[in-house]
């Protein structure tokens, strides 16, 4: 699965690669199975492990390199 780390400085360059609606930036509600659910990071951007298809896309456009696999 892939995680962002505390690396991350929140410039949203993943959120906007991922197609599928995976990303969001800090301290965002998503939605999964029609419902409302709290962020799960309130200070990097996050990717919902339900939503996440492990493409890599968001990787390649990450400067910092803070999306890793776990
Ligand atoms: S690996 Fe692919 S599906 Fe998963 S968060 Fe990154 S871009 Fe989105
Ligand atoms: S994980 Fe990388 S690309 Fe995504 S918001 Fe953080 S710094 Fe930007």
Redesign the pocket.
Known sequence: M?FINEECINCSA?VD???????YNAGEEYELNGETKEALSEDYSF??PE?????????EVCAVDA?EEK
């Open positions: 892939m993943c690669e991922c197609d599928s609606d995976a990303i990717i919902v939503k996440c298809n492990d493409c890599k896309n968001c990787v999306i």
